[in-house]
């Protein structure tokens, strides 16, 4: 069983920050890539940032300059800094980890449950 937990959303005011964290736990060989997606409502899931297990790192042209993705791979975790936040940010963010049980399974996509992030005045 393997289980992504997040934490950190909530209310801001536009222009605010908020950090979102994403531990994995469960039954863990090796981690690749984790990642943080966010879904609107009416629109479709979609990526927001990703980070490989040597630190290279992904970004939507939405979040360039204004969010940061970092992991803490002895942690199993995964931070989202999200900086100069605008209303069109709100949406559920979900964790994403593609990871494998061990040495002989295949990496798998694993999400988390979501966290709402909400930016409004």
């Known amino acids: 069983q393997v289980q992504l937990v997040e934490s950190g959303g909530g209310l801001v005011q536009p222009g605010g920050s908020l950090r979102l964290s994403c531990a994995a736990s469960?039954?863990?060989?090796?981690?690749?890539?984790m990642g943080w997606y966010r879904q609107a409502p009416g629109k479709q899931r979609e990526l927001v940032a990703t980070?490989?297990?040597?630190?290279?790192?992904n970004y939507a042209d939405s979040v360039k300059g204004r969010f940061t993705i970092s992991r803490d791979n002895a942690k199993k975790t995964v931070y989202l800094q999200m900086n100069s936040l605008k209303p069109e940010d709100t949406a559920v963010y979900y964790c994403?980890?593609?990871?494998?049980?061990?040495?002989?399974?295949?990496?798998?996509?694993?999400w988390g449950q979501g966290t709402q992030v909400t930016v409004a005045s």
């Open positions: 469960g039954t863990i060989f090796e981690i690749n890539a």
């Open positions: 994403n980890a593609n990871q494998r049980r061990s040495f002989y399974y295949s990496f798998e996509n694993y």
């Open positions: 980070v490989t297990s040597g630190g290279s790192t």
